[in-house]
């Protein structure tokens, strides 16, 4: 089964700012995200179906609908800014996200 991959505005943003040798590299891991994505990234505990994707020394987050059969990209954080993004990651904003979709 292959997913859908929708990319929030914030992560956009912040993968056009990227040098291009990590724009690759992360374009290689995101097309992983297709075909498996909870088998590439790593779950977070916290939140349901939330998943962490490294790329050198940024992270990726998104959350697996498999419902809808899609992967909605939320954001890209540097390693040292990951804690940061999480404990304002707000539970009903990515919900919302998800039924936009």
């Known amino acids: ?3 859908e991959l929708k990319f929030d505005k914030e992560f956009t943003r912040d993968f056009n700012k ?3 040798s990590i724009q690759v590299e992360a374009d ?3 097309k992983q995200l297709k075909i498996n994505p909870k088998e590439v990234g790593k779950p977070l505990k916290y939140f349901a179906n939330l ?12 959350v697996v609908e498999e419902s809808q059969v899609k ?8 390693k040292d800014n990951t804690d940061k993004y ?5 539970k009903e904003d990515i ?5 936009a979709l």
């Open 71 to 78: 992967v909605l990209v939320l954001a890209l954080e540097h």
């Open 51 to 62: 998943f962490e994707l490294h790329v050198r020394m940024y992270r990726i987050f998104y």
């Open 95 to 99: 919900k919302l996200k998800l039924s």
């Open 28 to 30: 290689k891991k995101l």
């Open 86 to 90: 999480l404990r304002q990651l707000d």
């Open 18 to 20: 990227l040098d291009n």
């Open 1 to 3: 089964m292959v997913y």
